[in-house]
């Protein structure tokens, strides 16, 4: 049988093609080695999400006071939350394989290996038995990057986001080598349950690449809170649980390294016309390869290493692929209006251009900024905290093209000022948009 789609790697952009191509009456088969939901469901967002939860609960319930609840022996069972972050995985992983099978896509379990193409027709060896497909599209996301630091191979003192995922039991102490995404959420789990945390970060800032007025703000809690961050300071060397940075030494039972990940190429060796782009898929704006009928969405292809952009993108590539069959409607992916969330505490979420990537691009703006506390919802839910929220508008044509928010929970509604960007909205357009009150979202027409 000659598939209409045969589909490498089964996470968000993945499963998200499969659900789509065979709704629309196509022929699927979707390869995985391991379990559907790829990264995300898997060993990353959503086991995350669910552990930073349960300390979050831990720590609120340590921090009752200032609402005047008196909570006493308050404990926490670590191995506990690592057991309901299982059931969440698992649940949520047969979901996904409930609806590729209502779909009737053909799911099958182990390494696929792409072999040819013969008369514009993919061949893929997967268990031994060889598949045929008119289009191929390559899902198979990304690796933990492993830095070229002495120290680091065979030592079992290291983790990676996975294994730090996987462990039943807390490290005493941790250092955290990487302040971007996966170590300052990592570091708001560890210290909300006790664990005395250092962060070491090479550049001179943490999250370098959101807004740094929105981050000065978790950095000067974070800090006060107690958690040892270093900035501008370089790994040299780790042995064991000690690393050694800028001549000095940080010891801990632990060290986490989370440095960015690399798109994951292994078992493409025959496309090996297939253009990369920095070590990941190049793609047009369907996604397409600049081999015939291969396509590639998700981490793979190097754009943003968000699950949401992995499953647009999947969706942009899928519209392409059958458009001249069903007449349908053929749209693109805007990399400019993504929305991002960093699940510290408190939460930062933003989209579009901050203040100084449209300097670099040389765009006039008008900042708008404002601190959370303006918000009731705010005021009644976050004692002690500010937070900040900025609005970047282009002065050129009065269009609003970048939000940035801390303050919980900014992450619901960051895809309202998504809207915004995505559509062009001027502050007077999104002025007319109604906001329920009172919540914390109302921050954003106190912008306008
Ligand atoms: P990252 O690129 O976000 O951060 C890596 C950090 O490590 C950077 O700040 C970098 O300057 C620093 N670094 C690099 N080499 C170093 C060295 N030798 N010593 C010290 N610091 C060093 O990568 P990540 O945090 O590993 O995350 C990987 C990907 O996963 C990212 O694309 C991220 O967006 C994605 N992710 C997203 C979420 C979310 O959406 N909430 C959560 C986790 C991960």
Known sequence: ?????????????????????????????????TSLGGTCLNV?????????????????????????????????????????????VRKLVAGIKQRLNNEHCTVVNGVAKVLDNIRQVWRIECNGVEYEAENLMICTGSTNF????????DNPAIWDSTDALAATELPESIVIVGGGVIGMEFATLYHELGVPVTVIEAMPTILPNLDQEVVQVLLDKYRKAGINILTSTKVESIDGGKVTANGEVYEAEKVLVSVGRRANLQGLEALNDIELE??????????????????????????????????????VAVEHMLKEIVNCQLSTINYSAIPS???????????????????????????RKLPMTFSGRFMAENDGETGLCKMIIDSRNNTIIGVHCIGNPCSEFIAAASC??????????????????????????ELL
């Open 1 to 33: 049988m000659k598939y209409f789609l045969a589909i490498i790697g089964g996470g968000p952009a993945g499963y998200t093609a499969a659900e789509k191509a065979s709704k629309a009456g196509k022929d699927v088969i979707l390869f995985e080695q």
């Open 44 to 88: 990353g967002c959503i086991p995350t999400k669910s552990l930073l939860y349960g300390a979050k609960q831990y720590y609120n319930a340590m921090h009752a006071q200032k609402y005047g609840v008196t909570a006493t022996g308050v404990t926490f069972d670590f191995a506990a939350m690592q057991k309901r972050k299982t059931i969440v």
């Open 146 to 153: 492993v830095p070229p630091i002495p120290g680091i191979k």
């Open 278 to 315: 920095r070590g990941a898929i190049k793609i047009d704006e369907f996604c397409r390869t600049n081999l015939p009928n291969v396509y590639a969405c998700g981490d793979v292809t190097g754009k943003i290493m968000l699950a949401h952009v992995a499953s647009r993108q999947a969706e």
């Open 341 to 367: 969330v960093v699940y510290t505490n408190p939460e930062i979420a933003s989209v579009g251009l901050t203040e100084a990537q449209a300097e670099a691009n040389a765009i006039p703006v008008e900042v």
């Open 420 to 445: 915004a960007v995505q559509n062009g909205y001027t502050p007077e357009d999104f002025e007319q948009v109604v906001f329920p009150h009172p919540t914390v979202s109302e921050i954003l027409h």
